[in-house]
């Protein structure tokens, strides 16, 4: 018996020997590897912006998979009939960075610039991909500032928001002004309007340009009873009065809506207007015999609540989905080297850029979706915001 408890007793010492062994070395490697990321250069240490990047990809799925392993509460997040991820993808996507169901994660490694641009498409409108999304186009300021001769022939036919009202609207927002509108590349024009202009960066003027798809889409805001509030100051101009080359443009822009915030603090919704950089065939919507310029929403990915931003412009996607499918070419978010990945919109939560149209498009075709534009987020802001604004008690 004495036999069998010496035994027993020094399997039980040299049991808690080893652990305590093998909690001293997983001391000494952590202490070591501590050591090791706090002296090395910093070029070479680790750092939460690294981590982040490795991992803002990976599947949120595969984050309560392993949580589910530890605590079978978190098989509640998942629909049953959700398929679980393979840890050897996600393990696979950290190493190589390289996502099977996104081409460009593979191509952007390998064609020089192409991961420069940095879109990603959130919601896909009709013929929508990553071989004709938006160009953020780049143009030398002295082609956007040549002065060049145009023909303002646009609003041939009576547009929506031209039409003459028989009755004020039944809603309104009094002498507030919740709605703000201001144009970037202020001289973005439309090649059918410059008779001697051949090319997409001869395609800006001086008056016939974005500016005027702005008071269109003003006008048509304050029929529905919306107040708005429209900046259309020389960008471009101020561009080369302070010395700055058109990329730069952002940082111009972003005094102005800053301004406008800090005067006027009943501002709610921000709509920065441009026009796209590709051709006709990929910019134009043919609805019922009439050409519209498609409309595609950017959101800037490199600020902490750009999810909201993100929202407002999703649900007017689909608003004009449902008004006109095709119309919308979807949203799109854009963050990284090689765009401004911002666009001022962390300034509210209710900003967005809007693509209408393209340089090869006509005004007419870039009003008549200003219309649909404005009916659809005319509806969607007094769904939003009526219980704060009068409304005509009948």
Do not use: C
């Amino acid at each position: 018996m004495n036999f069998f408890k010496r035994h027993f007793y020094k399997r039980n010492i040299s049991f808690m020997y080893k652990k305590l062994m093998i909690g001293v070395v997983g001391m000494t490697i952590l202490f070591l590897i501590i050591g090791l990321l706090t002296t090395v250069a910093p070029a070479y240490r680790l750092s939460s912006e690294m981590i982040s990047n490795w991992t803002k990809d990976i599947d949120s799925r595969t984050f309560l998979t392993l949580y589910r392993a530890e605590s079978k509460m978190f098989s509640d997040a998942f629909p049953t009939e959700t398929e679980m991820p393979k840890l050897s993808s996600a393990l696979f996507g950290v190493l190589t960075n390289i996502k099977p169901d996104d081409p460009k994660s593979l191509l952007g490694n390998e064609l020089p610039g192409f991961q420069s641009f940095g879109s990603k498409i959130i919601v896909a409108g009709e013929g929508t991909n990553y071989a004709n999304l938006s160009i953020e186009s780049s143009p030398p300021l002295e082609d956007v500032l040549d002065d060049r001769e145009a023909v303002d022939d646009g609003g041939k036919e009576e547009n929506d928001s031209e039409k003459p009202t028989k009755n004020e609207p039944k809603q309104t927002t009094g002498k507030q002004e919740p709605v703000f509108i201001y144009t970037t590349h202020n001289r973005e024009s439309f090649l059918p309007h410059l008779p001697k202009s051949t090319t997409p960066n001869e395609a800006h003027h001086k008056d016939v340009n974005v500016t005027k798809v702005g008071d269109h889409f003003k006008k048509g805001l304050e029929k529905k009873g919306i107040g708005t509030k429209i900046d259309k100051s020389d960008i471009m101009t101020l561009l080369q009065k302070k010395n700055l080359d058109y990329g730069a443009s952002y940082q111009v822009s972003r005094d102005i809506v800053k301004e406008a915030i800090s005067n006027h603090d009943d501002i709610k919704y921000i709509f920065d207007i441009h026009r796209d950089s590709l051709p006709k065939d990929k910019t134009t919507k043919n609805i019922k015999g009439k050409d519209y310029g498609k409309i595609m929403f950017v959101v800037g990915a490199e600020h902490p609540n750009y999810e909201k931003n993100l929202k407002l412009a999703t649900d007017l996607h689909y608003l004009i989905e449902k008004k006109h499918k095709g119309l919308s070419r979807g949203v799109i978010e854009k963050s990284g080297a090689g765009t401004n990945g911002v666009f001022n919109q962390d300034m509210s939560e209710n900003a967005v850029l809007v693509e209408i149209g393209g340089y090869d498009n006509h005004l007419d075709e870039i009003y008549r979706s200003v219309d649909v534009l404005t009916e659809v987020f005319g509806d969607y802001f007094w769904d939003a915001e009526k219980v704060h604004y009068e409304t005509d008690k009948e």
